[in-house]
């Protein structure tokens, strides 16, 4: 799913990240806009992850949505 894409679908997609990551609140998921890049930074900011490893969390993410 490219960026483009993903900004469009933000307002469905927020539902299941929410699901996904517990952690995101509403306010966080706001704030990212459907911005992969913003995403990446707030699980590395709740889940103390390393930037890679964020990174994979959400191309898993956007890849599962994408089979959907």
């Known amino acids: 799913m490219n960026a483009d894409v993903l900004k469009g679908k933000w307002l469905q997609l927020k539902g299941e990240a ?32 390393a930037r890679d490893e964020a990174q994979r969390e959400v191309d898993g993410f956007l890849s599962r949505q994408e089979s959907v």
């Open 18 to 49: 929410r699901t996904q990551w517990g952690k995101l609140t509403d306010d966080d998921l706001d704030q990212i806009e459907g911005n992969a890049e913003k995403m990446v930074g707030k699980l590395q900011e709740r889940y103390g992850y």
